[in-house]
């Protein structure tokens, strides 16, 4: 018997062929298509009927979002051959939903809620998945049956919103795409209304870095503002951290404030990356978090209960402080902006990259074999680069000329 990777897949002659690794595991190699099985008697013991259950084909789209592959159709063998083992029936599975599907037809909304239950409860951004969905998906076609959802609908659905907002047209037609990905994969349609559908707007690579001048006139109109929107804005120009990193930030995740080492300490769940993160405080930033009130759990909640949600609002009012402040509306600008500012200030004040990388919670060029075993986090180093950095920051605003401070060189 062979062993069933892509190599062999590729290269198989028609027929039905039995894993070596996985009892129980095979592919189907057909004149026009490629599917993968799992194959089990039913019942107890020997006399049980085998029965052959098809639950993937090859190169077509997977739950995942990818398309099937030999090692993927191989995990999920494993799984299936393992719920079989514990008395599960995928071909009964199979029936009982066919049987369901035709007494009732579920709806876009029903089965975006089910999808966001089992598909994307794990995910980091639930909430901004859930939101989307709910928003924009729901309202627009959640009424219509899943099976009943064409091309057209689709459409209608991403132009609309790209109308408005062309980005988020894009996030809106990803979501939709893997959910009708994930209804395909357990048969609640037998087509896919995104096929062959491109998202409706062309995105481009941001690379606006603020200059000194434009940074003096944030930092001056965060002041004014106050807390809370004010100090993470602040924050977020010394620290480089993304905005959620700051505006959900707990007490418990700051340590030695009043301390020689002041720092927040972020877990995997709370970064981008699923790696926890240390970001030191330089004195400036420590000082800011000083002068916030402790309300409860969260630093910047409203009472202290829960992350900041009034982004929005204090985007607009910070604009036209900006505004005020410069005599003119500054070019448009977001908050990541400031990250990639700080960024490219430490590159500027002399910061190895890897140390930046470790700033901003990258994993940039400590990813594959050097990630595995370059486990140093730079504590120090980025401890150096962000006080330097905030040492510029105070110059500049204070109108004095800026330097670049000599970095220690490990």
Known sequence: MPNITKRFVDTAPPGRHYDDRLPGFG??????????????????????????YTFARH???????????????????????????????????????????????????????????????????????????????????????????????VLRLVEGVAETAPVMANRVFARLRRMCRWALSRELIERDPTAGLEPPAKERSRDRVLTDEELVVIWRAAEHMGFPYGHVVRLLILTGCRREEIGALRWEEVHDLEGAEPRIELVGERTKTGEPRIVPLSEPAAAILRECPMFGEHVFGRGGHGPFK????????????????????????RLHDLRRTCATGLQRLGARLEVTEAVLGHVGSRGGVVGIYQRWGFEPEKRQALDAWAEHVRRVVEGREAVVVPFVRR
């Open 310 to 333: 009034g982004w929005s609002r204090g985007k607009r009012v910070l604009d036209a402080l900006c505004a005020e402040i410069a005599g003119s509306p500054l070019a448009p600008w």
């Open 27 to 52: 592919v189907y190699v057909g004149r026009a298509r490629i599917s993968y099985f799992v194959e089990y008697r039913s019942g107890h013991g020997r006399s049980g009927r085998v029965r052959r």
């Open 59 to 153: 190169g077509e789209p997977a739950p995942d979002g990818g398309t099937w592959t030999a090692e993927k159709a191989r995990r999920e063998a494993l799984k299936l051959l393992g719920r079989i083992r514990e008395g599960f029936d995928p071909l009964e599975e199979r029936e009982r939903a066919e049987e369901e599907r035709r007494r009732h037809r579920p709806t876009v909304a029903e089965v975006a809620e089910e999808w966001l239950r089992r598909d994307q409860r794990d995910n980091r951004d639930f909430p901004e998945v859930a939101r989307i969905v709910r928003r924009y998906i729901v309202p627009a076609v959640g009424d219509v049956p899943f099976e009943k959802l064409r091309k057209a609908d």
